[in-house]
């Protein structure tokens, strides 16, 4: 599972990022996590308001930090 965190580095974005990190390790699953920071990158999937969460490259939420409840469920669908 490829995970990428889209976003310019402001506190929405690290809060993002932490979230991911703290429910990936609590489900002990094995992730790739990716920070991309560059304009460019983030267009291409349409963002227009960062925070984004992408898997697998499916953008699942943008616009918002996500609640660890909500990594939670994306992380353990099948």
């Known amino acids: 599972m ?8 402001c506190a929405k974005c690290k809060a993002t990022e932490e979230v991911v990190k703290t429910i990936a390790k609590e489900l002990n699953l ?3 996590i990716q920070k991309i920071e560059d304009m460019e990158e983030i ?3 349409n963002i227009m ?3 984004a969460l992408v898997i697998d490259e499916i953008v699942k939420i ?5 609640t660890p409840n ?9």
């Open 2 to 9: 490829i995970i990428k965190i889209l976003g310019t580095g």
């Open 30 to 32: 094995s992730l790739t």
């Open 43 to 45: 267009m291409k999937y």
């Open 49 to 51: 308001s960062t925070p």
């Open 62 to 66: 943008k616009g918002r930090v996500p």
């Open 70 to 78: 909500e990594v939670r469920e994306l992380l353990t669908i099948k």
